[in-house]
């Protein structure tokens, strides 16, 4: 499974790999939603899909899926937010809006953010 993790806080990058070890999980992580639409614009082959956190300092949750869309390769790449903003925000609201494939509430186990991923990438529309 290839993932792309968009998250500004170090220590939750490091969960991220807990929860997806690289000896089973292609992981590339970005800190911040400038650096993951670089990384995509960069990158030959599509992910399967991107775990990202909602509020970030330079490019919000719904700011990031916006342009994320708009990649001719990653367009239709499945996203999983993980937030603990509350579901009735108007952040979650838009990004929820923008077509997310599912939510992960912070805090999350490494387990239940993988089961979460893996019933996303199982459904038919990802």
């Not at 639409?37 to 082959?45: D, F, K, V």
């Not at 719904?62 to 993980?82: D, K, M, N, Q, S």
């Not at 609201?93 to 199982?122: F, H, N, Y």
Request: hydrophobic letters at 45%.
């Amino acid at each position: 499974m290839r993932l792309l993790v968009v998250e500004d806080s170090p220590l939750l990058r490091k969960m991220f790999g807990l929860a997806f070890p690289t000896v089973h999980h292609e992981l590339a992580q970005a800190e911040s939603g400038r650096q993951a639409i670089e990384l995509l614009r960069g990158s030959a082959a599509p992910f399967d899909a991107v775990l990202l956190d909602l509020s970030m300092p330079d490019m919000n949750g719904p700011e990031f899926i916006r342009a994320l869309r708009r990649l001719p390769l990653h367009g239709r790449t499945p996203v999983v937010l993980t937030t603990a903003e509350p579901d009735d925000s108007d952040l979650m609201r838009e990004a929820t809006s923008l077509g997310v494939s599912a939510v992960a509430k912070k805090p999350w186990t490494p387990q239940s953010l993988r089961a979460l991923v893996q019933q996303v990438l199982d459904s038919p529309t990802g």
